[in-house]
C-alpha cells in the first residue's frame, strides 16, 4: 500500500480477485468467447456488444460499476452460451476517484485509487477543439528526472491495462458529455511508459478499437524519456504516436537532469529515432525549457541540429515548479528568442504551456501532497 490507512478510514475498492473486462483488447475477448462455444462471427457480434457496454457506454458514475448479471446480457441481446464467460468477468472499473482539484485555467487534476490502496494521477485538459486526458503507466516512476515530483516519489509499482483503461473511463464518467468531447489522450502522467511497455501496448489497443473507445491511433501519444532500445517494440505493438522528452542540447546537461541520458545517450537516441521510426510517422519531442541552463539562442541551434534527422516537431515548455529549486521558468523573452531561433531553422514548434498549475501541475505533485498530508481516505 502507497499510504498508511488512517485509523477509521472509508474501505474502497476491493482488491482484484476476478479479471476485468477492461483489461482485454476486443481480440482477446473475441477468442475467449470462441474457446466457450461461439462461433467466430457470433464472438465478434458479442464482443462488440460487451465493450460497447462497458467502455462505450452511457457517461456518468453507473458506468464505472454497471450492472452485470443474466438479465443485462439477456437486455443486450447476448445469447445464452456466452453468459457463463462473461459472467466469470467483471465490467466494474478498477479505479475509484479519491480527489479532485479544478484549476483556474479549466483543467483537473484527479487523484484515482486502485483496490490495493495505490494513488493515480490523472488529468483532465479542455482544448479548444478537443478535450485532452493525460494519464499514468506506472505509480511512481524510477527514472528519476530532477525536474520531476513523480520521480521524487520512486517506482511504487507497474499499473496494468485496466488501470491505464479506467482513467479514461473515470475522466469520461466526470467529462459527461461536456465540450469538447475527450478525443485525445496522452501517456504523460506518473510513469516511464517503456518500463511498462506490455500493459501500455494492451491499452492502446483497448483505447483504439472501434469496438471500444475508439479513439484514433493519432490522438494517442505515448511519452518516453527515451529508452532507444524499446522503440522497435514500441512501434511494432503499440497503436499510438510517439512524443520523446529531450530538455537539452547536449549530454551533459541531459545528464545532469535526466539520469536515463547515461544509457542512452543523444547520438544512440537520434539514431534509435532514425532507425525505427515508421514512414508517415512523426516524433514530438518535448523540450521543458529551463530558465539559464538550456533556454539560450545557441541552445536552440543545437536542438535544431540534433533533431535534423528525425521527422519531428517540439514543443517547448515552460518550466513547472518542481523539486528543483534550481529550475526556474525562462523569461518571456529567453523563450520567444528560443522558440523563434528554431522556427528559423526550419523546426515545426510550439509553445505549449503547462495547465493545472495551481492545483500542482507537474504529474507527481498531487499524489506528493496527498502522501505528506497522509489523510486520505484509503482501501
Ligand atoms: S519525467 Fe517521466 S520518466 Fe522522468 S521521473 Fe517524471 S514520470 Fe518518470
Known sequence: ???????????????????????????????????????????HATTAKVVR?????????????????????????????AHGALLGLSARASLELAERAPASDGSERLLLRAGDGALVETVIIPGPGRT?????SQVGCARACSFCETGALGLERQLDAAEIVDQIRVARALWGSKSPPIQNVVFMGMGEPFDNLAEVARATHILTDDRGLKLSPSRVTVSTVGVADKLEAFFRTCRAELAVSLNAPDDARRSAIMPVNERFPL???????????????????????????????????????????????????????GPDPAHRAPTPEAMNQ??????????????????????????????????????????
Open 1 to 43: 500500500m502507497l499510504f498508511p490507512r488512517p485509523p477509521g478510514a472509508r474501505r474502497g475498492l476491493p482488491a482484484r480477485d476476478v479479471a476485468l473486462l477492461s483489461a482485454l483488447p476486443a481480440t482477446e475477448l473475441s477468442d475467449l468467447l470462441v474457446r466457450s462455444g461461439g462461433s467466430p462471427t457470433q464472438a
Open 53 to 81: 457496454y462497458v467502455l462505450g457506454g452511457d457517461v456518468g458514475f453507473g458506468a464505472l460499476d454497471p450492472r452485470w448479471d443474466e438479465l443485462t446480457l439477456q437486455a443486450l441481446g447476448i445469447g445464452a452460451w
Open 132 to 136: 485532452t486526458v493525460c494519464i499514468s
Open 267 to 321: 547520438a544512440t537516441l537520434i539514431d534509435a529515432l532514425r532507425t525505427h521510426t515508421p514512414r508517415g510517422h512523426k516524433v514530438l519531442f518535448e523540450y521543458v525549457l529551463i530558465g539559464g541552463f538550456n533556454d539560450a539562442r545557441a541552445d536552440a541551434d543545437l536542438v535544431a541540429d540534433l533533431v535534423a534527422p528525425v521527422r519531428c516537431r517540439v514543443n517547448v515548455i515552460p518550466v513547472n515548479p
Open 338 to 379: 528560443f522558440v523563434a531561433r528554431l522556427a528559423e531553422r526550419g523546426v515545426t514548434t510550439l509553445v505549449r504551456r503547462p495547465r493545472g498549475r495551481d492545483v500542482g501541475g507537474a504529474c507527481g505533485q498531487l499524489a506528493g501532497a496527498a502522501r505528506a498530508r497522509g489523510s486520505l481516505p484509503l482501501a
